[in-house]
């Protein structure tokens, strides 16, 4: 994210408004929502973790612990539970 000058960018009206509200403070403008990304579209993130948690229910299947499992990929055993889960339902 970077940061815009709004002198650059409202009009003087505009920015007249905003400054009765927030004078030389920094304010987060949202996007519209049609303009929304998901989460993990910009990055590999998505696909490392998919790759993971397959990794992991294919550890399950061989037989590992599940303690194991939660100690070798650095999850609790609750995560390691809710992946297994989810594999299972696939």
């Known amino acids: 994210m970077s940061y815009k000058k709004a002198n650059e960018i409202f009009p003087a009206e505009l920015l007249e408004l905003v400054q009765s509200y927030v004078d ?10 049609s303009n929304k990304k998901e ?17 992991i229910y294919q550890d399950y299947q061989c037989g590992y612990d ?10 609790s ?3 390691i539970q ?4 989810q594999s299972k339902k696939k």
């Open 39 to 55: 989460w993990g579209t910009e990055t590999t993130t998505r696909d490392e973790l998919r790759f993971r948690n397959r990794q």
């Open 66 to 75: 599940l303690k194991y499992l939660a100690q070798k990929y650095y999850l």
């Open 77 to 79: 055993l609750k995560s």
């Open 82 to 85: 809710r992946i297994i889960l």
């Open 24 to 33: 030389g403070e920094y304010i987060y403008i949202p996007r519209k929502s």
